[in-house]
């Protein structure tokens, strides 16, 4: 079955840098990357997602980035805000009808100002 | 749209009791997931459920757990003989057609005593 490994575990960066969050998953038939963010005691909210035939997209401040040869997938976030710091998750599913979302651990975000 | 709604958003047992969480998908979806997300861990998927079936519940431990989604109602996931182990946060996520995007619930934080 599938699994995810995402780097770092925690991230620490000043307000208006960037960060970037790294996820690698083991299953070739895997063609559904979605990335969720979860604020403390809150339900994980969908970011972005990227499907396996697009190589880049790009939502204001957050995009992500799929290379499907090396199995590996990034979110990036440019110009960092406080409002930013949360937990951020990846997962991976081939998308087929009812198939389960496979997560990472999770990368831990904190923009200080 | 209210979104997906779980209940209760807090549960305390106390060990042997049974916990029964509910959840409510968002209008319209009729595919369900439960997952449970221990602390500081990510999300692990338990089962999936349509009206009426279950689809795969290859994440559901074996024994004390069940889950159903009736024709009329919320999704259910009962968990019988609660252990202290059993305490995490259970979230439920809908989707429209049951592949891709999947819609969180707020969650029930169950504490076993």
């Known amino acids: 079955g599938e699994n995810v490994e995402q780097h770092p575990s925690t991230l620490s960066v000043q307000e208006g840098d960037s960060a970037v969050i790294k996820c690698t998953y083991s299953d070739s038939a895997s063609n559904y990357f979605p990335w969720y963010k979860q604020e403390l005691g809150k339900r994980p909210q969908l970011i972005i997602d990227?499907?396996?035939?697009?190589g880049e997209k790009k939502d204001q401040r957050i995009a992500v980035t799929l290379n499907k040869t090396a199995k590996h997938f990034s979110l990036h976030i440019t110009e960092t805000q406080p409002e930013d710091s949360a937990v951020y998750f990846c997962a991976a599913t081939p998308n087929q009808a009812g198939t389960a979302l496979i997560f990472g651990k999770g990368t831990t975000l904190s923009v200080s100002s | 749209n209210a979104g997906v709604m779980q209940n209760p958003r807090h549960l305390v047992r106390r060990r042997g009791q049974e916990a029964r969480l509910r959840c409510s998908p968002m209008?319209?979806?009729?595919?369900v997931y439960w997952y449970r997300q221990l602390p500081e861990e990510g999300l692990k998927f338990m089962v999936y459920l349509q009206k009426e079936n279950i689809i795969d519940e290859s994440g559901m431990p074996k024994e004390r757990f069940s889950a159903e989604f009736p024709k009329e109602g919320p999704s259910i996931l009962r968990i019988q003989q609660v252990v202290r182990g059993d305490s995490a946060a259970y979230f439920c996520?809908?989707?429209?057609?049951?592949?891709?995007?999947?819609?969180f619930g707020a969650g029930t934080r169950l504490s076993v005593l």
């Open positions: 990227i499907r396996s035939n697009v």
């Open positions: 996520a809908s989707s429209p057609d049951g592949g891709g995007i999947q819609y």
């Open positions: 209008k319209g979806h009729s595919h």
